[in-house]
């Protein structure tokens, strides 16, 4: 009895431990993986020491019989409560390190603050203070190009000598200047010279070419200095320089001042000329147009009538105080000369603005029947430099010009250095003209005489004309000095003693009479 009583409790018990350990598994989910962590980290610039904050979370792993919704059986045993374990919270700092590690500066100096400056085309900053110092890594990826710009400024380019080793400065110098613009040039303009002269008629000449009589315009002048001059029979002549300016009128006012009464010891030449109306200059001096008398002082005078389409006449008469004579003169049409013009092969010549034809192969090109004087004389050819100037062409003369031509392009033949001259006379205000053409009056400076020989002729009214040859060398310019002489005054014959003359005739006779006895 006493044994079946203990049968009946153990099954009891058993039973009991069954039932709590089904309400317990119907409770509790089943576990199969251990618990596992995956941290959140947020991390500030790397460059700087950062504190930074992890929250370590549980992720529970379930197994695939927790995927449906439990059904839970209620049990009279108490339920099992499961705590949740508390993770602590890390806190981790990071030091920063370059990438590559150490650390150099690239110092770039600049003579403009506010240029940005570009490592390999990456913007770095903006100068101050003349320098931009800009920290990298020795290790990192090698910096090939520095560049520095700004708006208004030629940008500069260059290339880093070598990246600087830990702790080294590695110094760069740029150098940016103004973006010049270039200025538009106008078109040239040319200006006049407005010529009123008091008293009015005055002969007028510009740079020793006569123009006509006063008041007159002279235009189409390009900018420059010229001589001006003005003369009238009665009057001193004026003489000064006036200044053109493009696109304007000058004026040239000259007032005349009344010549002193010619002394009683004068001659008188009356000037005719075929044909008529032929201008009349008496030693260089324009005195007035055919026929017209010239009161002279004693002594030779040059005389030269010119006329265009004829061949000027030039004469030499000597004056006597107290007498007159005339002197006719015959104009003869223009007689012509030969030019030969040397250039390069294939250029074209102008003469007065005229085609002349073109170089042939042999270099020279022959002019024939050119009519004496001054001409105008240009050579041009595609790729070269235009040849320009003004020749005198000598009557019944071959006349011989070079013209070289330079070179278009930014290294073109070098043209030789021009010298210059230096005149001065006594008295002062004398005609000169270098090579045949009028250059001012004395005292003046010519700086563009090329380096050779060239004439010089002086002329003054009353003084004997001055001649000379001048040896002109590369950038020197060569002094002369020239003190005229006065035209002489002739010598009076003296008159015949009447002794003498006597006595020649009586020597005479005797002489015949002897030289019949013989016969």
Not at 216 to 242: E, N, V
């Amino acid at each position: 009895m006493k044994k079946t009583y203990v049968a009946l409790i153990s099954i009891f018990v058993l039973c009991a431990l069954f039932a709590a350990t089904v309400s317990a598994e119907e409770i509790m989910p089943n576990i199969t993986a251990p618990q596992t962590v995956e941290p959140t980290i947020t991390l500030t610039d790397p460059t700087k020491v950062a504190t930074t904050t992890i929250t370590v979370q549980p992720t529970t792993v379930l197994t695939t019989e927790q995927t449906a919704k439990p059904t839970l059986v209620p049990t009279t045993e108490k339920p099992v409560t499961i705590l949740p374990t508390l993770l602590p919270t890390l806190t981790i700092t990071i030091e920063p390190t370059m990438v590559g590690g150490g650390k150099g500066w690239i110092d770039t100096y600049c003579n403009v603050d506010g240029a940005s400056v570009y490592f390999d085309g990456s913007y770095q900053g903006t100068i101050s203070g003349g320098i931009l110092s800009v920290a990298v890594s020795p290790e990192g990826t090698p910096i090939k190009t520095i560049s520095v710009q700004k708006t208004g400024y030629t940008t500069w380019s260059g290339a880093l000598s070598h990246m600087p080793a830990d702790t080294e400065h590695v110094s760069v110098y740029a150098t940016i200047n103004p973006v010049t613009t270039i200025p538009t040039t106008p078109p040239v303009q040319n200006g006049a010279i407005y010529a009123q002269s008091s008293p009015a008629g005055a002969a007028i000449y510009v740079n020793g070419q006569f123009y006509g009589y006063s008041p007159l315009t002279i235009p189409d002048l390009p900018q420059g200095t010229y001589s001006m001059k003005a003369t009238l029979s009665g009057y001193t002549p004026d003489t000064r320089f006036i200044g053109v300016e493009a696109g304007q009128t000058t004026p040239y006012y000259p007032i005349l001042q009344p010549s002193p009464q010619p002394p009683r010891n004068t001659g008188t030449v009356t000037v005719t000329s075929s044909p008529t109306s032929a201008l009349v200059y008496a030693d260089g001096v324009y005195q007035g147009k055919s026929p017209i008398s010239l009161t002279l002082y004693p002594g030779n005078h040059q005389i030269v009538v010119s006329l265009s389409g004829y061949s000027s006449s030039t004469s030499t008469v000597y004056v006597t105080a107290g007498s007159s004579q005339t002197l006719p003169v015959s104009l003869v049409p223009a007689v012509f000369g030969t030019v030969a013009i040397t250039s390069v092969p294939g250029a074209s010549v102008y003469m007065d603005s005229n085609g002349m034809g073109l170089i042939p192969s042999s270099g020279t090109l022959m002019l024939y029947n050119v009519a004496n004087g001054n001409h105008i004389f240009k050579v041009t050819a595609p790729g070269y430099n235009e040849w320009m100037n003004t020749i005198y062409i000598q009557p019944n003369t071959q006349t011989n010009i070079a013209a070289p031509l330079t070179p278009i392009g930014t290294n073109p033949t070098p043209v030789p250095t021009s010298g210059g001259i230096s005149i001065s006379s006594t008295p002062t205000g004398a005609d000169v003209f270098v090579d045949n053409l009028f250059r001012g009056y004395t005292p003046t400076t010519l700086s563009d005489i090329t380096p050779g020989e060239h004439s010089v002729i002086l002329k003054y009214t009353g003084y004997v004309d001055y001649s000379t040859t001048v040896t002109v060398n590369s950038g020197v310019t060569s002094p002369l000095d020239i003190s005229m002489n006065p035209v002489p005054t002739p010598t009076p014959q003296s008159a015949i003693s009447p002794v003498l003359a006597i006595g020649g005739l009586g020597a005479f006779i005797a002489i015949r009479a002897i030289l019949r006895r013989r016969s």
